[in-house]
DNA sequence: CCCCTGATTGGCAGATTTTGCCAATTTATA
DNA sequence: TATAAATTGGCAAAATCTGCCAATCAGGGG
């Protein structure tokens, strides 16, 4: 992982999609090297994998929405059991465990607000043994880049 | 934006470097009105670009962090200049505008905890108008997808 | 200071993929 | 049902990918 490997990174999440040509002349290499270094980040997982970014509204998903969750219990069963149903549920795109007041904080995306309704009845309570739930709807974006900031 | 839009926009959203090939074979079509969906949705900004998913950790970036920031005025000036700062600050990849008691959160991305103690100092306080910080850092990721819910 | 070793690079060529064009098919509308 | 519009599939030229080999570079030991 040298400088040549971050102007690598940084390029893809710019445009993951660009030409191994394009980006071997944006970093300074010739192709061959270039995509040999391409290869070597994936088989190291350092590049998990590549994605589209979709405007969630125009795919018809308007709301996104943050939930906040805290546990009653947080011995390992009751633990394992949130963590693997949550893993399921096709409307919840991050699930992060957190310090502070609340355990964890998901991103979910709904189409509208009764299926946001629904969508806590259904999946998220059934899951059982949940202390409380904070939620926070999204107004607006300020600001949304995969780029990572150049470290050193 | 049909059935078939939709299936290419999450096949993308998997994996987001598949050859137009595999995409068109992956939803029934041929290759050709199958690429000429992808650029229109491209065009119309369904889908808004592509970007390598990468591992913070293995980029040196070890700390995620989730700030809640609320303003202590919310006028017209003071809204703009925060949000204007926020969009230059490289460690920041995400700001949104939220309902409930704060008023954005940001996700912040730094090598280690005195990194993200210089971010608050020389990034945000100096930014001025800031009523309350909110740090919540993120332990553990349970889910983390590109791939949207099939809606209806 | 030079040589040696291992790692990285650049160029080449065959295989694969993209992409614009046209006729044929399907879908929607009157 | 007839007509118009939109969408599709196939083809071929252009661009790209990718494995291989010789050349170059960086670092350590004598």
């Excluded at 549920?89 to 309704?117: F, K, N, S, W």
């Amino acid at each position: 992982m040298d400088t040549k490997d971050r102007q690598i990174i940084r390029a893809l999440q710019r445009d993951g999609r660009m030409t191994n040509q394009d980006l071997a002349e944006a970093v300074n290499l010739s192709p061959s090297p270039c995509l040999r270094r391409v290869r070597n980040l994936e088989a190291k997982g350092v590049i998990q994998g590549y994605s589209a970014e979709v405007d969630p509204a125009a795919y018809g998903l308007a709301i996104t929405v943050f939930v906040r969750i805290k546990l009653e219990r947080h011995n390992e069963e009751d633990v394992q059991k949130f963590e693997k149903r949550v893993r399921l549920i096709d409307e919840v795109l991050e699930c992060h465990v957190m310090t502070g007041a609340m355990d964890y904080q998901l991103r979910v995306l709904v189409p509208d607000l009764e299926a946001y309704e629904n969508f806590i009845r259904n999946r998220i309570h059934p899951i059982g043994g949940i202390a409380s739930i904070d939620t926070s709807f999204v107004y607006g974006t300020v600001k949304r880049t995969a780029v990572f900031p150049l470290s050193r």
